[in-house]
């Protein structure tokens, strides 16, 4: 199979060749037969260097004038392993054409090595220098006389100072062959590290604990105020900067957002910078989705976060139901299905007595098996053993309850509740009373929007009738110690972000005032981005992988967030240790009037119906 696939794509190559020579060389005054060889020689030239340079298992697609149209060129490559481009034209004007479409249609990306055969000299395909720079392409020219075909083969450099935008790095005659140039390869990885030292514009914004923004004082040349940028995202980007060799100047968006896709097609924030080519690398981390997919690329991952919900803790509160905690709910039932037993064994035993009627001996005795529950005397005949055998067992049951209940009581009273009462998204939307506060224009928002059932669409609902404020990521510390402390909002916001304000907090007042929600939700993973198809992202990528393989990045974090884990595991239920007041016991006298008012009623009841007999 191999085998048959490298046959056929050399058999591909000799056919094109052969489909092209009427454009390589239109103006020069030769007879036939030097036209021929001269042809044939051009032809050695050139795949002696996709041999060289190529697998030999990608498939050459070679271009002419008059040659298929891109559109039919992209399929080729997207039905491809792996493929390079030879186009041949002596046309400035269709070169041009052809590389601004390839790149506008991503028909030629970094992995396709694209080969120029031309007459034209270097000065003369100047105006091909800002598309060639970013693609793996050579320029190979030509040059014919009546003794031997000689062939130049330069490069254009990315980010490189005037006078100075192609480079050679080979050279070939049908004398000597293929000969290398310098210490550059044939299509060699400009972008791993710049030969220039270039510089890169990148669009950044505050995200703690990634980034973080701070104001130095006084404006910029523009009347923007100075700020600089600090954080684990920054550490990463001077390892990038020195690896490759570039600098960088930061660029805020206006919007203060990361970027989401607008009802007209374009993008804001920073995503939308980096597709209006404002700038060529996006800091971030922004989050990966479709949508975004679609303007920028992004490099690999650098961190997998998820969202969590920041509440207001309420002030320690004492439970009215706490006089119930001492038992379990299964040992309350329990104790009343018990007692049912002991009432009904009762009955049934007195049921059988041959000496009393049933209903008046069965009532005595029944009540006082709730008697004895309620720690109360009772009186039983001494000829009635079976009677004392049934409440000597029941005692036995009750004093073991009753002890661990008065027990567990005084411990309990002195416990006071913190309210903690949003642990979900379900939590939120059922309070009515509740507002979420999200970041304006991020991947969430754009997720939510685009949903038409769940429970996050149930979210996007909420937010269009009014239940969301949608806050910039520098404003949310703000929020925080403003609106979520109040207890009727809460903020949606990345679990690592959460942390450092819980750790902020922490480290201002000494008290952890809020709280994370049990539940996580929305997960995303995290990257930087570039624009569409730059020959950046790649080169990004092996450094990063090596950055967060080796756990650096993650130990830069741990180290952003101070305090992180005081208030991780926070407890919900407090011990004082103060007199007992009618706070901790009202629901108890709240029982024992209510009971008195039945009673009454009662009464009243029996004394109607005995008048009324």
Known sequence: MEKALVIATVTLKLVMFSACKRSLLPALSLDSNEVAEGERKASEAVREVLSVASDSRCL????????????????????????????????????????????????????????????????????????????????????????????????????????????????????????????????????????????????????????????????????????????????????????????????????????????????????????????DIGLGPFGVSASRAEVVDYTSFIVIDYARIIGGRGRAEVDPWGFLLPLAPEVWLGVAVMTALAMATAAVLTGLSERFSAGRRSAGLCFGVVRVLLIQDTKVLPERRWERVLLAGWMIVTLVTVKSYAGNLMSLLAV??????????????????????????????????????????????????????????????????????????????????????????????????FYLSREVFLPFIFAMTGQKNSPLVPALNRRIRAVTESGLYDHWMQGAIPNSTTCANAPSKITVNTTLGLSNLWLMFAILLGGHAISLIVLLLETFWNKMK
């Open 60 to 279: 050459s697609i070679i271009v002419g004038d008059g040659d298929p149209s891109v559109a039919t060129l992209l399929l080729l490559r997207e039905l491809s392993w792996c493929v390079s481009v030879v186009v041949v034209s002596d046309d400035p004007a269709a070169l041009l054409t052809f590389c601004e479409r390839s790149l506008k249609s991503q028909f030629i990306v970094w992995s396709t090595r694209l080969l120029v055969v031309t007459h034209l000299s270097t000065q003369e395909l100047s105006h091909l220098h800002e598309s060639l720079s970013k693609m793996n392409a050579m320029v190979m020219t030509l040059r014919h006389d009546r003794k031997q075909t000689s062939c130049s083969f330069y490069v254009h450099m990315p980010y490189s100072p005037a006078g100075e935008e192609t480079l050679q790095v080979a050279s070939w005659g049908s004398l000597h062959g293929l000969v290398l140039r310098g210490d550059l390869p044939l299509f060699p990885e400009k972008f791993t590290r710049l030969r220039h030292r270039a510089k890169i514009v990148v669009a950044a914004e505050e995200y703690p604990p990634h980034a973080f923004v701070l104001l130095l004082g006084g404006t910029d040349g523009r009347g923007q105020p100075r700020f600089t940028i600090t954080g684990p995202m920054v550490k990463l980007l001077e390892i990038l900067a020195t690896s490759m060799n570039f600098t960088y100047t930061y660029v805020r968006p206006p919007d203060g957002a990361w970027g989401a896709k607008q009802p007209d097609g374009s993008f804001s924030g920073m995503v939308g910078m980096l597709s209006r080519k404002e700038a």
């Open 416 to 513: 006071r509740h913190i309210p903690q009462p949003y642990q979900s998204v379900r939590d939120v939307l059922d309070d009515a009373s509740c507002t979420m506060i999200w970041e304006t224009n991020n991947a969430y928002i754009q997720y939510m929007n685009s949903l038409t059932s769940g429970t996050f669409y149930e979210v996007a609902e909420a937010g269009r009738n009014g239940r969301i404020i949608y806050k910039r990521s520098t404003d949310f510390m703000e929020a925080v110690e403003t609106l979520v402390r109040r207890g009727d909002h809460v903020l949606m916001v990345e679990d690592l972000t959460a942390r450092v304000f819980l750790g902020q907090d922490v480290s201002s007042t000494g008290r952890c005032d």
